[in-house]
């Protein structure tokens, strides 16, 4: 059997509308109907981004597998097909995002996959808009969370350690759960999640108001990936903006320095001018103060890529 190329598999998997993690998901359960064995999620999400790249050829099983979770006939496989197969109308389906989590243990995590020109644009446009016009503003999630806000916001008592010990654990769920988990299932908790511990911190004062202020940027870090995986970076840069002046106000040089950190690589998938990315990448080192941490490795990694890419040059 003919080898399929990265393009292939990348223009076969946007034109369901599907992420690769949502891809990854699909291959497994293909898998599972046919009774074979295939990767962990995780790795099998790590596979995916290397095939498309061209990094790692695609063996003839997961060919196969892709053919099943497409719904593809096998004879389809060695080639560009000459029409897409079927898809629903993507503007009204909610679909998901991609990776690379905040907390140091998510750093596994692969790389966001390169800007795939105009056609690429226009299907990550039409994800963006069914998730949130599918999930984010659902009637039935929006209603139950404004009726568990209201009576939240009844209780007057501050903040405590305890909120932020919660607050930190449900932060660290999320940076394990992007890039693994359909958008359409964290889009909406992001977002809800994002706003509450907003309101909490409005609250607080003393060491809690910090540890809280640190929750926020990295809530809002996660929420800035999520639109870059969406193809919407100017939305993206408004969080990341948002992050950056919460991870100040913590007073945690280390957080300070790895959102930016994060935004430096991110930035290197979207179309952004040299400056741009090599600033992003000198105010990560700086906020890390040039010392070991995974903020300044992003830092220097960013400015490497883009040395020996050339991408974000204009």
Request: charged share 25%.
């Given at each position: 059997?003919?080898?399929?190329?990265?393009?292939?598999?990348?223009?076969?998997?946007?034109?369901?509308?599907?992420?690769?993690?949502?891809?990854?998901?699909?291959?497994?359960?293909?898998?599972?109907?046919?009774?074979?064995?295939?990767?962990?999620?995780?790795?099998?999400?790590?596979?995916?981004?290397?095939?498309?790249?061209?990094?790692?050829?695609?063996?003839?099983?997961?060919?196969?597998?892709?053919?099943?979770?497409?719904?593809?006939?096998?004879?389809?496989?060695?080639?560009?097909?000459?029409?897409?197969?079927?898809?629903?109308?993507?503007?009204?389906?909610?679909?998901?995002?991609?990776?690379?989590?905040?907390?140091?243990?998510?750093?596994?995590?692969?790389?966001?996959?390169?800007?795939?020109?105009?056609?690429?644009?226009?299907v990550r446009r039409r994800e963006?808009?069914?998730?949130?016009?599918?999930?984010?503003?659902?009637?039935?999630?929006?209603?139950?969370?404004?009726?568990?806000?209201?009576?939240?916001?009844?209780?007057?008592?501050?903040?405590?350690?305890?909120?932020?010990?919660?607050?930190?654990?449900?932060?660290?769920?999320?940076?394990?759960?992007?890039?693994?988990?359909?958008?359409?299932?964290?889009?909406?908790?992001?977002?809800?999640?994002?706003?509450?511990?907003?309101?909490?911190?409005?609250?607080?004062?003393?060491?809690?108001?910090?540890?809280?202020?640190?929750?926020?940027?990295?809530?809002?870090?996660?929420?800035?990936?999520?639109?870059?995986?969406?193809?919407?970076?100017?939305?993206?840069?408004?969080?990341?903006?948002?992050?950056?002046?919460?991870?100040?106000?913590?007073?945690?040089?280390?957080?300070?320095?790895?959102?930016?950190g994060r935004h430096a690589i991110?930035?290197?998938?979207?179309?952004?001018?040299?400056?741009?990315?090599?600033?992003?990448?000198?105010?990560?080192?700086?906020?890390?103060?040039?010392?070991?941490?995974?903020?300044?490795?992003?830092?220097?990694?960013?400015?490497?890529?883009?040395?020996?890419?050339?991408?974000?040059?204009?």
């Amino acid at each position: 059997m003919t080898r399929i190329d990265g393009g292939t598999l990348r223009e076969w998997r946007r034109s369901r509308g599907w992420d690769v993690p949502e891809m990854a998901q699909r291959l497994r359960r293909a898998a599972r109907e046919a009774g074979v064995p295939v990767a962990a999620l995780r790795g099998l999400v790590r596979m995916i981004y290397a095939w498309e790249r061209g990094d790692h050829a695609i063996s003839e099983r997961y060919q196969l597998l892709y053919a099943k979770a497409l719904d593809l006939a096998p004879e389809r496989l060695p080639g560009v097909p000459a029409d897409p197969p079927d898809v629903p109308d993507l503007a009204g389906s909610p679909v998901s995002p991609l990776i690379l989590g905040i907390s140091d243990a998510s750093a596994e995590a692969s790389y966001p996959e390169p800007s795939g020109g105009q056609d690429g644009n226009d299907v990550r446009r039409r994800e963006l808009l069914g998730v949130l016009s599918g999930a984010v503003v659902g009637a039935g999630f929006a209603e139950l969370e404004r009726l568990r806000r209201s009576v939240d916001s009844s209780l007057s008592a501050p903040p405590t350690g305890r909120d932020a010990d919660e607050w930190e654990r449900t932060t660290s769920s999320y940076a394990h759960e992007v890039g693994v988990l359909p958008s359409r299932d964290l889009l909406p908790r992001l977002l809800a999640d994002f706003s509450e511990a907003g309101a909490r911190l409005t609250d607080a004062s003393g060491h809690t108001r910090h540890r809280l202020a640190r929750v926020v940027a990295e809530l809002g870090a996660l929420t800035a990936i999520t639109f870059v995986s969406l193809g919407d970076p100017h939305t993206a840069d408004r969080w990341w903006r948002t992050a950056a002046r919460a991870a100040d106000e913590a007073g945690d040089h280390r957080s300070a320095s790895l959102i930016r950190g994060r935004h430096a690589i991110f930035s290197l998938y979207s179309i952004q001018p040299a400056r741009t990315v090599l600033s992003l990448a000198d105010e990560a080192i700086a906020a890390g103060r040039y010392t070991p941490c995974a903020g300044v490795t992003s830092g220097y990694a960013a400015r490497a890529l883009r040395a020996a890419t050339g991408r974000g040059k204009r």
